[in-house]
């Protein structure tokens, strides 16, 4: 069964303490791995899309890996805006198959 | 900066009775879709739509959901009869095609059935 699995379910992190999330899926036809960023009572907002292993990204703090396996997305020098929901997504024929997400928050 | 708008935001409606969800997708999008998310829980496919018709649909978009585009700019999802359980956040989304997949999503119709 196709299945995307995020960890960590939470994550408190410092103002500029550096951490990266984990994105693991098992897709059969995986067409692209998505990253979004959803705050409360908000939908999904685009952050990246990666497509093949050894792909990166970059966007401010933010960098997405992708390997055949899992994708990262790593988190440099967070700030307290940078608190929300990463919501982690395989692009499987013409749907996205989503994570339960990782909440971050981060503290002054 | 384009963005895919939809309306309500917010609905109350009675067990039983029909909804319909609006979205006006990005302009130059071809591919369209619904997604649900009930409160505390993931993200969840619907259907998708392309050239006028369903591509396709998970095992909850049951006879009881439908989608239109009935012009040049919107895209519905019709609830016939609704339940208890439909009550969730409904999620519309774009992408532009087969080789533009980034999907783009809306704000949400916050769905509240009581």
């Known amino acids: 069964e196709d299945q995307v699995t995020q960890s960590p379910e939470a994550l408190r992190l410092q103002e500029g303490e550096s951490s990266s999330l984990n994105c693991s899926y098992t897709?059969?036809?995986?067409?692209?791995l998505f990253w979004y960023r959803q705050d409360p009572g908000k939908g999904p907002e685009f952050l990246f899309t990666l497509y093949s292993a050894g792909e990166e990204k970059e966007k401010e703090r933010l960098k997405a890996t992708l390997t055949k396996k899992e994708s990262f997305l790593h988190i440099t020098a967070p700030k307290p805006e940078d608190s929300a929901t990463y919501l982690c997504?395989?692009?499987?024929?013409?749907?996205?198959?989503f994570g339960t997400g990782t909440r971050l928050q981060v503290f002054p | 900066e384009p963005e895919v708008t939809q309306t309500p935001s917010h609905q109350v409606t009675q067990m039983g009775q029909e909804v319909i969800l609006r979205c006006v997708p990005i302009s130059n999008h071809l591919y369209f879709y619904w997604y649900r998310q009930i409160l505390g829980q993931k993200v969840e496919f619907l259907v998708s739509f392309y050239n006028n018709e369903i591509s396709e649909k998970s095992e909850i978009f049951d006879d009881q959901f439908s989608v239109e585009r009935p012009d040049g700019s919107n895209f519905t999802l019709k609830i016939r009869s609704t339940k208890l359980e439909d009550s969730a956040m409904y999620f519309c989304?774009?992408?532009?095609?087969?080789?533009?997949?980034?999907?783009?999503f809306g704000q949400g119709t916050r769905l509240t059935v009581v």
């Open positions: 897709v059969s036809g995986l067409r692209g």
């Open positions: 997504a395989a692009l499987d024929t013409d749907k996205l198959i």
């Open positions: 989304a774009s992408s532009g095609g087969r080789t533009n997949t980034e999907a783009f």
